[in-house]
């Protein structure tokens, strides 16, 4: 599999992403289905682009914005093997620890710039000694000293309730307890770091309801 890297994607690193077509877009269609649980609903979401394209791996996270959402942290290994890191993409909840286990037979020095973290672990081999903690809300863009294009994003988010799309630009909350949220959407391609889309909703067990929301990434950009 090639992973969708263009040059302009290393730009990005630096936070200088240009869009070679300022028509494009994101739209969000978000579908609220009926669910069996008063307590919670689910949430259905269609992520594509302006030509009606699905979008996958698109990170969709639901924050509520009346309490604090429960702590459900997870350890997560983001993998290096065929000088590629897998996955591409990773979604954390913000206080949760990553590895970064190396599983070529080359060595490899993961580093990022991100003010969301900035860190390095220097010429590895095998599972580094330390999960790195990743602690405060927003975008981690992952680079490798001696790979240039090797590239990875991680989304750290201040919610227990998140997701990617998969090839066909969905994703499902399965049971998100009734409460009103900022539903957040965020593309590695489409936008600049830390930038999301954004859109308010109230889950109530028993509710049906299509929202729609569209994206001017330029707007974004500018911000
Ligand atoms: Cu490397």
Redesign the pocket.
Known sequence: MTLPIKKNLIQYKFGNLKLKNSNTGIIFFVLMTVCGFASAGELSVLVIDNLGQPLENAVVYAEPTSKQPPNMLATLAVE?KG?KFLPLISVVQAGARVTFPNN?T?????YSFSPAKTFELKLYSGVTAAPVLFDKEGTVVLG????DK?IAFIQVVNTPYFGKTDASGKFTFKDLPNAQYALKIWHYALVKENVVAEQFLTIKGSDKQTVKLDINPQALISK
């Open positions: 290096q000088k070529d080359v060595r490899h020095h993961v490798c000293n001696i790979h090797m």
